[in-house]
């Protein structure tokens, strides 16, 4: 494979290592990439007031018959 993808889910697995050897093993020798994606810290998707400026910058950019939500991105409520 050329591209294996984990987004928030590594931190589910307990053998790491072994994970990694098996991703390792299914990628392509010398240009296969890993791209993986995981929070740190207690609420991971609460983001700070430049952050949220940032996200509805980029969505703006987003032609609003592609976007699922013409909305801008408001943090969520605990």
Sequence with gaps: MDLIL?????????PIEEMVVAIKN????????????EYI???YNIHS???VATINAVLE???????LDAA???NPTM
């Design 26 to 37: 299914q990628l392509v020798p010398e240009s296969g990439r890993l791209v993986f994606n």
């Design 49 to 51: 007031a430049e952050r």
């Design 61 to 67: 950019c987003i032609a609003p018959k592609y976007r």
């Design 41 to 43: 810290g207690p609420i």
């Design 72 to 74: 801008p991105y408001v």
């Design 6 to 14: 984990c987004t928030g889910s590594l931190h589910h697995v307990r």
